[in-house]
C-alpha cells in the first residue's frame, strides 16, 4: 500500500516539474505568432499566410541556433578559452548545468514555432 503512495506521490512530483519547466516556453510559442501577426497586420494591412510561416521558421530557427550556443557556452572547453581571453569565470558543473537547463528551454520554444510553421504552412 505504502509502495503504491510513494509512486504516486513521485509520479505527481515529476509531472509537476514538466508542466513547470515547459510553462515558459509553451508561453512563448504561443505569444510570438500572435505578435508576428499583430506586427503583419499593422505593418501590411493584410496578413499573408506564406510570409507569417517564414518568419515563423526563420524565428525558429534562430532560437535553435541560440539555444545550441547557451547550453554550449558553459563546456569545459569554451568555458577555458573564455577565461583564458577575456577572463570570464572558469567552468563550473552548476553553471553548465544552468546553461543546459537554459538552452532547453529556448531549443523547446523554438522548435514549437517551428512546429507551428510546418502546422501554418500545411493549412
Known amino acids: 500500500m505504502s509502495d503504491s503512495i510513494s509512486i504516486d506521490l513521485q509520479t505527481k512530483k515529476k509531472t509537476s516539474q514538466i508542466v513547470n519547466y515547459l510553462t515558459k516556453p ?6 510570438i505568432p500572435l505578435v508576428d501577426t499583430l506586427v503583419l497586420q499593422i505593418g501590411y494591412g493584410f496578413i499573408s499566410r506564406n510570409t507569417l510561416t517564414l518568419v515563423l521558421l526563420l524565428q ?12 554550449l557556452s558553459s563546456t569545459p572547453s569554451i568555458s ?3 577565461h583564458a581571453t577575456i577572463g570570464t569565470a572558469a567552468w563550473s558543473r552548476d553553471a553548465e548545468k544552468n546553461a543546459e537547463r537554459v538552452g532547453l528551454k529556448w531549443m523547446v520554444a523554438a522548435s ?4 507551428i510553421g510546418f502546422a501554418l504552412s500545411i493549412v
Open 60 to 71: 525558429g530557427g534562430i532560437g535553435l541556433l541560440s539555444g545550441v550556443g547557451i547550453a
Open 80 to 82: 577555458r578559452i573564455g
Open 26 to 31: 509553451i508561453l512563448a510559442a504561443v505569444i
Open 112 to 115: 514549437l514555432l517551428v512546429l
